[in-house]
């Protein structure tokens, strides 16, 4: 459901390979347009994980590659 300011509520998680959720970089209602997240990946392997950002415009997912 969409905000009063142009805002939608936002979910950005990471997930590992095997589908388990590793971190939750974002959650609630998120103002309209580019933001930028951290992502304190510190305990975590080198390798590729996938980042997932679920709003109410739909769901899109990416591939980022950790390297420690």
């Not at 390798?47 to 899109?60: E, N």
Request: glycine fraction near 16%; aromatic fraction near 6%.
């Amino acid at each position: 459901q969409g905000g009063d300011e142009g805002g939608d509520y936002n979910t950005v998680a990471v997930y590992d390979l095997m589908g388990r959720e590793v971190a939750l970089l974002a959650e609630g209602m998120q103002p309209a347009g580019t933001q930028t997240l951290r992502w304190a990946a510190a305990g975590l392997a080198s390798g590729v994980y996938l980042v997932r950002v679920q709003s109410a415009g739909g769901v899109a997912t990416r591939t980022v590659t950790l390297s420690q």
